[in-house]
């Protein structure tokens, strides 16, 4: 069955003295090697110099705070319920009274891993988030020799304080969130 | 008028959204839908079956009455409740098939959540909540209320339930339980209008053996448990029937487990969200079973429970699950597969035997909990 016009039937007939030489089809490859030596390189020069990122780019997850710095986490379970690859689990705690600075909401995550192996960036958990507490950030998790080290806890996952620690944060909040938006404002 | 009631039949013909069924003369709206099931059921907030003279309260069942009966055929002029109008023989009820009725269930329903706090990230109800599902049904995305919302100072109504005034819509269904089941009711609605809230008004502590049965009625997240608070989501538990030898009580029960930790013990619930009956005997349980069995061993298994697989509940059962069978074992002469990362050995999650602990976790617990384990890699 003739699918498309472009097929072509294949020459079996032996080949003469000139063609068993292959220097024509030698030529022909090389004229391809050397034309290739003038493109430009489709390769880079990683890590001193870095591709730029897509603007849709989806990375390591941060854990965003708010502009007093508490956690904006409640724990609520929708990233990890949205997870398809169950990368995220979690455990919550009551807040106590004396710690309203450091989380915002009565609730929030004791504990909070993603297990890096499992994700596939895929950004549901970002899209699920209703407190804005976590997003997919810029940068790709870092190799690692052991697996153990791609069990991310809050340790890695929270963003740094947005006072003690202004510069640090506002490099890690970037500049696609909405709280992002709001700091990058000029009169903010 | 007595020749009149003589005449009425025993079993009356209604037709809901063109189904007709049969239904015994007295029989509600509500309850003849109900029989008839599936979506022409009309939601239910306040009206409770197994509860004497609960509903009329919430509005949400409110269903349009095409014609009054056969022998008087004229339509109802206004929406009426159905949970607390009864059929007449040859009554014709529009539920969903009414335009007007889904408009004026969707403006309940914003009456209903004008004060409500929707905090359904911190809630323990949120995925087992009528109020939820009510929203996500019959709301709409916004609100148009533009003043601060209605706040109740918190209030501690006991070791066992956790009261949130805030979310309180006003069935009154606890203080029926508390009227029906127990011996003396301490709690009830204080104050009046947008006031009202439900109060023991000396704080004092509801420890009746039945009280916990507030917790499985409330159909918003205001009674929940507190030996369950924030211990984990309700769809991350994997619920299993089990029942045990009570005294007291049926002691039928759904279990919440967590891998072999029992978080929360409920009783069994049915389709219209109500607590199962048993030889026509609702299956309320007492507290020592909801509170102080929070042991696998203290219950006797029966399977799990059936949960509607368009629920969030579901979410992570896989029905019919076929596991791959192993063969690294018989290929390799008995030799075990080495893995090269056991994620228990790795992860900090799980450690604390959230079971355990009389309340919600807190910093506290963590701290104590990290402090151990780091004494035990030293």
């Known amino acids: 069955m003739q699918l498309t016009q472009r097929s072509k039937s294949v020459d079996r007939s032996p080949m003469t003295f000139l063609e068993s030489l292959y220097l024509w089809n030698i030529m022909k490859g090389m004229a391809i090697t050397l034309r290739h030596l003038f493109k430009k390189k489709a390769t880079i020069q990683y890590p001193e110099e870095?591709?730029?990122?897509?603007?849709?780019?989806?990375?390591?997850?941060?854990?965003?705070r708010d502009a007093e710095g508490r956690e904006n986490c409640t724990a609520c379970g929708l990233c990890a319920v949205a997870c398809p690859a169950e990368a995220i689990t979690m455990e919550a705690a009551e807040?106590?009274?004396?710690?309203?600075?450091?989380?915002?909401?009565?609730?929030?995550?004791?504990k909070y891993e993603i297990n890096m192996l499992r994700c596939i960036f895929c950004g549901l958990c970002e899209e699920a988030c209703p407190k804005d507490a976590i997003y997919l950030s810029q940068t790709f998790a870092p190799a690692n020799y052991g697996r153990k080290g791609f069990i991310y806890g809050k340790n890695e996952l929270l963003i740094p304080h947005p006072i003690n620690e202004r510069e640090a944060y506002l490099k890690a909040l970037g500049d696609r969130t909405p709280s992002a938006r709001i700091q990058n404002q000029p009169n903010a | 008028m007595a020749d009149?009631?003589?005449?009425?039949?025993?079993?009356?013909?209604?037709?809901?959204?063109n189904i007709t069924v049969e239904v015994?003369?007295?029989?509600?709206?509500?309850?003849?839908?109900?029989?008839?099931?599936?979506d022409v059921t009309p939601p239910a907030m306040c009206y409770y079956s197994k509860l004497e003279g609960s509903g009329g309260k919430c509005r949400t069942c409110l269903v349009e009455v095409a014609a009054g009966s056969a022998a008087d055929p004229r339509p109802m002029p206004k929406l009426v409740a159905s949970c607390r109008t009864t059929v007449m023989d040859g009554m014709v009820v529009k539920n969903i098939t009414s335009d007007r009725v889904q408009d004026a269930r969707a403006g309940v329903v914003e009456f209903l959540l004008l004060n409500h706090p929707l905090d359904c990230p911190v809630c323990d109800q949120a995925g087992e909540c009528h109020l939820q599902d009510l929203g996500y049904e019959h709301g709409k995305e916004g609100t148009r209320y533009e003043f601060n919302r209605r706040t109740f100072e918190k209030e501690d109504i006991g070791p066992t339930i956790q009261l949130h005034m805030n979310r309180c819509i006003l069935c009154y269904r606890c203080t029926y339980v508390a009227d029906q089941l127990t011996d003396n009711r301490v709690h009830g609605v204080l104050d009046r209008g947008d006031h009202a809230q439900i109060s023991t008004y000396i704080s004092k502590a509801i420890d009746n053996n039945f009280s916990g049965n507030m917790i499985d009625v409330c159909?918003?997240?205001?009674?929940?448990?507190?030996?369950?608070?924030?211990?984990?989501?309700?769809?991350?538990?994997?619920?299993?029937?089990?029942h045990r030898d009570c005294p007291d009580c049926c002691g039928k029960v759904t279990l919440w487990q967590r891998g072999d930790e029992v978080l929360r013990v409920t009783a069994r619930k049915d389709e219209w969200g109500e607590v199962k009956?048993?030889?026509?005997?609702?299956?309320?349980?007492?507290?020592?079973?909801?509170?102080?069995?929070?042991?696998?061993?203290?219950?006797?298994?029966?399977?799990?429970?059936?949960?509607?697989?368009?629920?969030?509940?579901?979410?992570?059962?896989?029905?019919?699950?076929?596991?791959p069978k192993e063969t690294i074992q018989e290929v390799m002469g008995g030799l075990k597969p080495r893995l090269l990362m056991d994620i228990h050995e790795v992860s900090e999650v799980n450690k604390l035997e959230l079971s355990e602990l009389p309340g919600a976790a807190t910093s506290q617990q963590y701290k104590t909990n990290s402090n151990e384990s780091s004494n035990k890699t030293v």
């Open chain 2, 219 to 242: 159909p918003v997240g205001a009674l929940t448990d507190k030996t369950f608070r924030f211990k984990n989501r309700v769809w991350f538990t994997k619920p299993v029937d089990a």
């Open chain 1, 50 to 64: 870095k591709r730029p990122f897509s603007p849709i780019f989806r990375g390591l997850h941060v854990l965003n």
């Open chain 1, 95 to 110: 807040r106590l009274p004396g710690e309203e600075n450091l989380y915002r909401e009565e609730k929030y995550a004791a």
């Open chain 2, 24 to 38: 015994p003369a007295g029989t509600t709206i509500l309850n003849a839908a109900r029989q008839i099931g599936g």
């Open chain 2, 277 to 323: 009956s048993y030889d026509g005997k609702p299956g309320w349980i007492c507290n020592t079973c909801r509170f102080e069995k929070k042991k696998a061993s203290d219950w006797t298994i029966e399977g799990p429970t059936v949960i509607n697989r368009h629920s969030v509940i579901s979410q992570g059962h896989y029905l019919n699950k076929q596991q």
């Open chain 2, 4 to 17: 009149e009631i003589k005449k009425a039949p025993a079993a009356v013909k209604v037709t809901i959204d």
